[in-house]
Nanobody
């Protein structure tokens, strides 16, 4: 089973960019679907983006489409979230998640219960 460690968060201004990284320890990283979720104060954790095996498919929540890009480097056991044109409403703790199970049907890989492995989170704060 992999363990996940996020990095790259910080305090930025609206319109700036950040790149989050999630490094996975353990074997068989390429077998895992990887995702980013976020949780703002007082709100539920929400899906941000996910990427399937070998980057075959990517999914995004509507509010980040065109601004965020998820990618993975299986040789480095790392998944990234490139965040451009950040907005104050992007402020949250960002969590990396992983799971190796296959999922079929609507909504797959976009729900928190699709993922059994989670990182500790990294804070992203966007000032206006």
């Amino acid at each position: 089973q992999v363990q996940l460690v996020e990095s790259g968060g910080g305090l930025v201004q609206a319109g700036d960019s950040l790149r989050l990284s999630c490094a996975a320890s353990g074997r068989s990283f390429s077998r895992y679907v990887m995702a980013w979720f976020r949780q703002a104060p007082g709100k539920e954790r929400e899906f941000v983006a996910s990427i399937t095996w070998s980057g075959g498919s990517t999914y995004y929540t509507d509010s980040v489409k065109g601004r965020f890009t998820i990618s993975r480097d299986d040789a480095k056991n790392t998944v990234y979230l490139q965040m451009n044109n950040l907005l104050p409403e992007d402020t949250a703790v960002y969590y990396c998640a992983a799971d190796s199970r296959y999922c079929a049907g609507s909504g797959c890989y976009t729900r928190s219960y699709d993922y059994r492995i989670w990182g500790q989170g990294t804070q992203v704060t966007v000032s206006s």
